[in-house]
């Protein structure tokens, strides 16, 4: 089946620097890769949608210049979470889905904790 | 806007007993919805999907999910519980605009034994 491979799984990073998380398709082509922010305890949250060779959507409350989104090709999206804080410590998780019949696709997750 | 209500935060149930995880849909049509299940710390695993064909849907691992349009539901059932079921549920739709998933607020399982 189709498998997207997220790393890093586990990331702590200290407050200012930034962190770059992978999403990588595969046995497939993701057309569109979806960004999700989960805190402890509450339910995942949209915070961009990007499509291969676009510019990435961002979801109202989402800092763009914060959250560096590339999709540069359909098997691999990254997101870079810049000058990182604390408050930014969350659970990252992608999301491809193929043109073709895969349909949403997750990847296993980046626990983010700036200190 | 679109959305889906999980009405239970939590649900606790006996190994061996059936499950019932609730969700409900707002919808002027019939929406794509899904179900998912999270362990600790890891990504989403599809449980099962409703694509407006059969309204009784099978999932794996022995969950099934009935959509009733005129409730706008979408539960999710298992005959008997295992302790492995243990987890966090969310039920999902589809926003046919942006092809995202939009989330329910999830409910967390606990299995009794």
């Known amino acids: 089946g189709a498998v997207v491979s997220q790393h890093p799984s586990r990331v702590i990073c200290k407050s200012g620097t930034s962190v770059k998380i992978e999403c990588r398709s595969l046995?497939?082509?993701?057309?569109?890769m979806f960004w999700y922010r989960q805190f402890p305890k509450q339910s995942l949250m949209l915070m961009a949608t990007?499509?291969?060779?676009?510019?990435?959507?961002?979801e109202q409350g989402v800092e763009k210049d914060k959250f560096l989104i590339n999709h540069a090709s359909l098997t691999l999206s990254t997101l870079t979470v810049t000058s990182a804080h604390p408050e930014d410590s969350s659970f990252y998780i992608c999301?491809?889905?193929?043109?073709?019949?895969?349909?949403?696709?997750f990847g296993s997750g980046t626990r983010l904790t700036v200190v | 806007a679109q959305s889906v209500t999980q009405l239970d935060s939590h649900v606790s149930v006996s190994e061996g007993t059936p499950v019932l995880l609730r969700c409900n849909y707002s919808?002027?049509?019939?929406?794509?919805l899904f179900w998912y299940v999270q362990h600790p710390n890891k990504g989403l695993q599809l449980l099962l999907k409703?694509?407006?064909?059969?309204?009784l849907v099978k999932g794996i691992n022995g969950f099934e999910a009935e959509f009733k349009k005129s409730e706008t539901s979408f539960h999710l059932t298992k005959p008997s519980a295992h302790m492995s079921d243990a987890a966090e549920y969310f039920c999902?739709?589809?926003?046919?605009?942006?092809?995202?998933?939009?989330f329910g607020s999830g409910t967390r399982l606990q299995v009794q034994p």
């Open positions: 999301s491809a889905l193929s043109d073709y019949s895969y349909g949403y696709t």
């Open positions: 990007s499509n291969e060779g676009s510019k990435a959507t961002y």
């Open positions: 046995d497939f082509q993701a057309t569109t």
């Open positions: 409703y694509t407006s064909a059969a309204t």
């Open positions: 999902a739709r589809m926003d046919t605009g942006r092809r995202a998933l939009t």
């Open positions: 919808s002027s049509y019939s929406p794509s």
